[in-house]
């Protein structure tokens, strides 16, 4: 499974839903956080380790 974040959003409820879902069916997960190119350094890392 892969869940796409988008960093100027941020986790939204429908994504919080996916994440509850995966871990129900015991499915694999993969996170990718799109536009994470557009942060400035100081936002970037904070976005990366949450």
């Known amino acids: 499974m892969l869940l796409v ?22 499915k694999n997960l993969l996170i990718v956080l799109n536009k994470i190119d557009l942060l400035s350094d100081e936002k970037r890392v904070p976005m990366i380790e949450k």
């Open 5 to 26: 974040i988008d960093v100027n959003k941020g986790i939204q409820t429908q994504t919080a839903e996916c994440l509850v879902i995966a871990e129900l069916l015991n």
